[in-house]
């Protein structure tokens, strides 16, 4: 069908044709023009051509992954305890929310803000946590805890300490002001993100469920407020920067980079909060975030099955002459989309006056199903909603196995020639793992994060998993969240690595004491036009949704980034897991730190031999190489259920799980607490063909646990019981030092070395002078 | 004062982020009743202890506290000052009683140039009959959690400080570069207490401490003899 032209629009500049050229420079491919004017039935004006851009860019439409993400349970099998069930899935609204009982639910979500932090790390990193912020609190929610997982290339490096710097500064900017405490995350450090750093964010909120509010625009006639920031030209068409490959040339996009306001995201907040618990003043509500106006317009007309019409000059402008393409595609920050209901507009401009706020009335709810843009009396975009959303191509995108595989997968330490390490070399070994910045404290950034605001986070950044306080009316619930991802391992085998990521999750909220609830991930890969990065995509997102359904964890949203390559190559498949979990009684609230005093050492899941993928083969020896660590699921499971039943049963006094740096670095870990105790291990007793895997290898499906003495008996005996391996390791002591016996001989350390080696690493890195 | 009007107000500027911290601290950790008063407000009411909280007031692009020392409700907590009536600000609300005027002094960006947010040591000076380390022990910890609380003060105004026995806390391993280690004063009366620890965050169990509680027993017991009698 065709259909006439829109009008020439008010301003001249944007009635040049729409070439091929200028087609190609918004990112869309031939086909997809051909697509667009099937949509409209004519060629689209310049601004629709924008508007579709950002729509049909990844980041917006997920064309490239989205019949991957169909492989994710999205609801749980068994729903435990009276809760767990999922009450909004992934996809359906800016986040997905999951019942914690008596009436109470959890709104959470991880995003990525990856191409903004690599220009402009300060900016780029502060409005990703303004952005998940918004899209909880827009679901009625009030933000309770943030966390961040964080990728960056070497430290050496001093412009990886540039953004590392920028991107801890720009996150502790945004965060603290706007009072969300941030409790935990993962840091890695690895060559692969040189350039292209990850900024990964998670928010997490808490609501009634009576109180959840969606992205529709429903009602013939409700009036459309546009509330917050004013529109300026910053972070034009963010969504389809963010879905190109790094260039020596991105500098020059920093345009694309928006710029945080986090007083006004604090006022938004409570303003909208305020908002939403007025019974019945909200129909819909939406964020706009990525592609901006676009965005929040196109989706929720789409979600309600409606149509939109709004009034670009009735829009708040930061600056006089801005046009129908720049308004429509700004990304400017802390700005959000409500639809009221018609008759109490009064009400909303009251709330948001009390609050100094703009809320503008820029248009209304129509039943034509389009989205009709005007300027200056004048139509300039007239396009059916949906064509946006449900209507953006999807690909099933050219999978190839990479070639390395071939060669890193049947590495062996063997067939290397790989030598062991003897009793001089591992302890030479130890205070260098403990030193790399991926294995060392993350002090220097969790002590410029605000991680006690609001008062209820009782287990602080450092130990396993970061633990708050819900008060839930007059009830209290504890709540563990744990970010995992370890690009390595996914770069050696994706689908295992994927699996081990949410393997971890789990068995970190296991050692917190809580039971898990549902999963947010966040996938970081190369261009996905790329065969062997699509590869590793599918793979991972396989590896994930095996593991999710195993374990009964569904996921509940998430976000995709694509295109993390710098010249240098494409990062390691990174997909960043966050899982959230619930911990009932207080009492059961354990953290990773062994306390001063008497008591047992038991390894939890045995000591297999295994070195490939491990942080150990990367520090000494400078390899990343070998298959990713074995992965028992039903081994993981046993050991998950066994530290909760003990945890439970009082018999745990601290709980840590194995990972990056394997059993000494753990131990070390648990030392390294306030206790500050000592501990002698002897580890003469395990299989040990060689020296370096039994102290450094990173076998999966297993904990160190610290028992006082009186428990050890029983709750070996359990383990037996649970078919859960248990080896007593060692004790907690006085003194000072860690010793271990091994049958290559003893070992000792003074511990006091071992803390300031793993305690100031990043420290010393970071270090100006001068300054301090 | 008497103990009839020993109720709490905790003032809300648009950004703070503490107010609810506060909040609990006085009706939860000690069960005194306790409101919430809007920055455009203009009266306190019966308030006998006025709480200035923590967070980014008016967002503090500008010198922290500047704003928010003209805000509609800063007259009333004047008056209630120059009547005798207790201030505490904590944090953000030590900034803005600084900007006021009503504490001596200044607090500038930490010396490493980062926000600090962690547990600290701290001294309790003998700063009067409620507040000193008979009532609330040599040594107390509790959480800061800022960007600029480096304290400074002129040469006569640190040994007027001094002399009149005016700071109530020193860190014992000073986290911001605070000129004399000093973490929290009061004004020449007595009746005016700025703090950048929290004692808004050492209240609970599960906190790093309890210290809080001491804390804010003290300030009340330096305005409220009867209240001192019932909690001694």
């Not at chain 1, 006022?267 to 592609?291: K, R, S, T, Y």
């Not at chain 1, 007593?728 to 049958?743: K, M, N, W």
């Not at chain 2, 007031?57 to 000052?81: K, N, Q, T």
């Amino acid at each position: 069908m065709t259909r006439a032209s829109l009008p020439p629009n008010p301003e001249p500049g944007l009635n040049q044709p729409v070439t091929p050229e200028l087609v190609s420079r918004h990112g869309l491919l031939p086909e997809e023009f051909g697509r667009i004017r099937g949509h409209l039935g004519r060629d689209p004006t310049l601004t629709e051509l924008g508007i579709f851009s950002v729509m049909w860019s990844e980041h917006c439409s997920y064309k490239n992954t989205r019949p991957l993400l169909k492989g994710f349970p999205t609801e749980r099998r068994a729903p435990a305890g009276g809760y767990g069930r999922v009450l909004v899935r992934a996809g359906e609204e800016n986040a997905g929310i999951v019942d914690i009982g008596d009436g109470w639910a959890v709104a959470f979500k991880i995003e990525s803000h990856n191409h903004p932090s690599a220009v402009e790390p300060f900016e780029g990193a502060a409005t990703g946590v303004g952005g998940i912020i918004r899209d909880i609190f827009t679901m009625g929610a009030r933000p309770v805890l943030v966390t961040n997982s964080l990728r960056f290339g070497e430290l050496e490096n001093p412009a990886t300490r540039r953004l590392l710097r920028g991107v801890v500064a720009g996150i502790a900017h945004y965060g603290n002001c706007v009072g969300v405490p941030n409790v935990g995350g993962d840091v890695y450090f690895d060559r692969s993100y040189e350039g292209n750093p990850l900024v990964n964010a998670l928010c997490l909120g808490t609501l009634r469920h009576g109180q959840i509010r969606r992205g529709k625009a429903t009602g013939l006639g409700n009036p459309v407020y546009y509330v917050g920031a004013a529109t300026g030209r910053d972070g034009l068409g963010g969504a389809a920067f963010a879905s190109r490959e790094l260039s020596a040339e991105s500098a020059s996009d920093r345009p694309a980079v928006q710029k945080g306001d986090p007083f006004m995201e604090k006022l938004l907040i409570e303003a909208c909060l305020e908002m939403m618990a007025v019974p019945g003043l909200v129909v819909g509500i939406q964020d706009m975030g990525a592609a901006g106006l676009t965005c929040s317009t196109c989706e929720t007309a789409s979600r309600g099955g409606a149509g939109i019409e709004i009034e670009l000059d009735r829009v708040p402008q930061r600056e006089a002459g801005m046009n129908s393409y720049e308004i429509m595609l700004s990304e400017s920050q802390e700005r959000m989309l409500v639809i009221v209901q018609a008759g109490r507009e009064r009400e909303i401009e009251e709330i948001f006056a009390k609050w100094d706020l703009h809320a503008a009335r820029v248009g209304k709810v129509t039943d034509t199903g389009r989205m009709v843009v005007t300027h200056h009396g004048v139509p300039v975009a007239d396009i059916p909603a949906s064509a946006l959303t449900d209507g953006a191509p999807v690909y099933r995108r050219q999978a190839r196995r990479p070639a390395y595989l071939d060669g890193t997968s049947r590495w062996t330490p063997e067939a290397a020639g790989l030598a062991d390490l003897d009793a001089a070399g591992a302890r030479d070994a130890l205070p260098r793992l403990l030193a790399h910045p991926t294995i060392a404290s993350k002090r220097w950034l969790y002590r410029q994060f605000d991680h006690m605001v609001q008062h209820g986070t009782a287990v602080e950044p450092g130990s396993d998993a970061g633990v708050v306080r819900l008060r839930l009316g007059g009830r209290e619930k504890f709540l563990a969240v744990s970010n995992d991802g370890n690009g390595r391992y996914c770069y050696l085998n994706p689908r295992r690595g994927a699996a081990i990521a949410v393997a971890e999750c789990l068995r970190n909220l296991a050692c917190a004491g809580a039971a898990p609830l549902a999963m947010t991930d966040n996938l970081n890969f190369g261009n996905p036009y790329k065969p062997e990065s699509f590869y590793q995509l599918s793979e991972c997102v396989a590896g994930l949704a095996e593991a999710c359904r195993f374990f009964d964890v569904p996921v509940v949203g998430g976000n995709v980034s694509l295109y993390n390559e710098s010249p240098e190559g494409a990062i390691d498949p990174t997909p960043t897991v966050a899982v959230v979990g619930l911990i009932e009684d207080e009492a059961h609230i354990t953290r990773q730190f062994a306390p001063a005093g008497r008591g047992r050492l038991i390894l939890l899941g045995g000591a297999p031999a295994e070195l490939g993928g491990s942080q150990f083969l990367g520090i000494v020896h400078g390899l990343k190489t070998g298959d990713a660590p074995a992965l028992d699921l039903a081994a993981e499971k046993r050991l998950q259920d066994f530290l909760l039943a003990q945890i439970r049963a009082g018999r745990v006094s601290a709980a840590h799980d194995l990972s990056e740096g394997g059993l000494l670095v753990a131990v070390c870990e648990m030392l390294f607490g306030p206790g500050d105790p000592a501990a002698a291990l002897d580890l003469s007793g395990l299989p040990a063909p060689r020296l370096d895997a039994l102290l450094f290898g990173e076998s999966q499906g297993r904990a160190v646990v610290a028992a006082a003495p009186a428990d050890e008996a029983a709750l070996l005996a359990a383990a037996g019981g649970a078919g859960v391996p248990a080896a007593p390791i060692g004790e907690l002591t006085g003194g000072g030092a860690l010793s271990v016996r091994t049958a290559h001989g003893p070992i000792e350390w003074p511990l006091a070395a071992l803390r300031a080696a793993w305690e100031t690493s990043i420290e010393r890195a970071m270090a100006r002078p001068g300054i301090g | 004062m008497t103990g009839a009007a020993m109720n709490v107000a905790v003032v809300q500027f648009p950004g703070s982020n503490c107010d609810q911290d506060a909040f609990q601290l006085f009706a939860g950790g000690l069960g005194l009743p306790t409101r919430y008063v809007w920055h455009k407000e203009t009266r306190l009411g019966d308030a006998g202890l006025v709480v200035l909280p923590g967070g980014f007031a008016y967002g503090d692009y500008l010198r922290c506290g500047a704003i928010a020392r003209f805000s509609p409700v800063m007259g009333a907590v004047r008056e209630h000052a120059q009547r005798g009536g207790l201030v505490l600000g904590i944090c953000n609300g030590f900034q803005i009683l600084c900007e006021a005027g009503l504490l001596p002094g200044a607090l500038i960006r930490n010396s490493s140039l980062e926000y600090r947010c962690m547990t600290c040591e701290l001294a309790v000076m003998d700063a009067g009959a409620a507040f000193n380390p008979g009532a609330l022990g040599a040594r107390i910890r509790l959480p800061i959690g800022h960007g600029e609380g480096n304290f400074r003060i002129d040469g006569p105004g640190r040994a007027g400080l001094e002399a009149r026995r005016q700071v109530l806390l020193r860190y014992c391993d000073n986290p911001n570069g605070s000129l004399d280690d000093i973490a929290g004063v009061r004004n020449e009366a007595g009746n005016v207490f700025g703090m950048m620890p929290h004692p808004d965050r050492a209240f609970e169990r599960f906190h790093p401490s309890r210290d809080g509680l001491g804390v804010a027993r003290a300030i009340l017991a330096s305005g409220f003899p009867e209240f001192a009698r019932r909690i001694a």
